[in-house]
């Protein structure tokens, strides 16, 4: 790639990013999840594709997504209803907390024993890619107009948004102890709950300053107000991580508690955080689109489809039917529905650079198997979504319709 001055980088960035949202929406038409657009286009305008442009850098590409992360989940608390964080808090607590763990047990024992990678290999493919997207679950959820039945939506989005950072803790975790000899499995239980504790104190004490802030300063609509929200989703991650807390979860609590307080600004903020969430997964995808070299996904194409079909169809599934069990009011049909609605995105690639910085043995192979696990899972589950509803009723049209088919049975 050409050294290019200011003015041309910058609409250079311009077109990237409108072509970017082009090929979202163009994927999206075709009941594809917008991120196949967006991580096909950054592939295109790659070292391999049209665009030609060489880009390897994995620490700057983590930095990215790390900033990204941060204001999409900002922005899923802020839409995210504290009523429906009530009812499902203990099941999706479950599932983004044990529910991970077991999921990426499982795909670690199939790597080990169907793929013949180490231990440790094995470890970081399974924690990896053992959550689901926050960015992909609230896009496809909120684009597809699907009228879901019940507390699976709200169960399905605080899952999505809670379940980040014990991934991101497992994933450094076993990164310590590749790195660090005389690692500690017992060490790592006291450190989890403190990065969960002041994630949880952080996050909650910056949702309820920020609204204060917004009132007492007499901040009511945009300008300054924006500056505010972004400064809020920032100083949670930062303040979170610098007092050894998640800053992920952070995030997410912050935009949650701050999206359902009352105060002037509330609903231009809300509007400015979803065009920020936006414009974060757009630059996201697109950068790591760009890492990608399609020419390396052929020696995975393998490893890629036994562990998605491990992924998709035994350890999601077996994680939320061992973690729903003890609520009733989650029925087989919505076991089912939750296990098919867990998409994976962003996270996964981006997690897959930690790694991949930290110069593992192995880290480029299990960044495009992660990559190419993605892809396919969208593939299969995005265009599916609504089908997958119909099919178990659980939309709120499809239950009426059963109902009444049932009524007009009886006698």
Same mark, same amino acid.
Request: aromatic share 10%.
């Given at each position: 790639m050409l050294f290019l001055d200011t003015e041309a980088t910058l609409l250079l960035i311009g077109i990237l990013l409108l072509t970017t949202v082009m090929a979202g929406t163009l994927s999206s038409r075709f009941g594809l999840p917008a991120l196949i657009g967006f991580l096909g286009l950054g592939m295109l305008a790659g070292v391999e594709g049209p665009g030609g442009i060489a880009f390897s850098n994995f620490s700057t590409a983590q930095s990215v997504g790390t900033a990204s992360l941060i204001f999409i989940l900002f922005s899923g608390g802020m839409d995210t209803s504290w009523q429906d964080v009530r009812r499902v808090a203990a099941p999706a607590l479950s599932l983004a907390t044990v529910g991970v763990l077991v999921s990426a047990g499982i795909v670690a024992a199939a790597a080990i024993g169907l793929l013949g990678l180490g231990v440790y290999? &094995?470890?970081?493919?399974?924690?990896?890619? &053992?959550? /689901?997207? &926050?960015?992909?679950? *609230? &896009?496809? !959820?909120?684009?597809?107009? #699907?009228? !879901?039945?019940?507390d699976v939506p709200a169960l399905i989005e605080v899952e999505s948004g809670s379940n980040d950072p014990m991934a991101i803790f497992l994933v450094g975790a076993v990164l310590m102890f590749i790195t660090t000899e005389d690692a500690s499995a017992l060490a790592l239980i006291p450190e989890f709950v403190v990065q969960m504790a002041m994630g949880t104190v952080v996050g909650l004490g910056v949702g *309820?300053?920020?609204? #204060?802030? #917004? $009132?007492?300063?007499?901040?009511?609509?945009?300008? !300054?107000? *924006?500056?505010?929200?972004i400064a809020a989703a920032l100083i949670a991650f930062g303040t979170a991580h610098l007092l050894s807390g998640n800053g992920f979860l952070a995030s997410y609590l912050a935009g949650l508690v701050a999206g359902?307080?009352?105060?002037?600004? $509330?609903? /231009?903020?809300?509007? *400015?955080q979803d065009g920020m969430a936006w414009l974060a997964q757009v630059t996201m995808f697109l950068t790591l689109g760009l890492l990608v070299t399609p020419s390396e996904l052929g020696p995975v194409i393998v490893p890629g489809l036994v562990t998605t079909g491990i992924l998709l169809f035994v350890a999601r599934p077996v994680s939320v039917f061992l973690c729903l069990a003890p609520f009733r009011q989650f029925g087989w049909r919505a076991k089912l529905f939750v296990s098919w609605g867990g998409l994976r995105g962003a996270v996964p690639i981006v997690l897959a650079t930690f790694p991949m910085v930290a110069g593992v043995p192995g880290a480029f192979a299990i960044f495009n198997i992660v990559f190419f696990v993605v892809l396919l899972s969208s593939l299969l589950q995005g265009p599916t979504i609504k089908w997958a509803a119909r099919v178990l009723h659980i939309a709120d049209h499809d239950a009426r319709e059963a109902d009444r088919a049932i009524a007009q049975k009886l006698p």
């Open positions: 290999q &094995a470890a970081l493919l399974g924690a990896i890619i &053992a959550s /689901t997207d &926050a960015a992909a679950v *609230f &896009a496809i !959820l909120r684009s597809t107009g #699907l009228d !879901l039945h019940g *309820f300053a920020m609204p #204060l802030l #917004l $009132k007492r300063g007499g901040y009511r609509q945009g300008g !300054l107000a *924006f500056v505010i929200s359902n307080r009352s105060y002037a600004a $509330k609903r /231009t903020i809300s509007s *400015f």
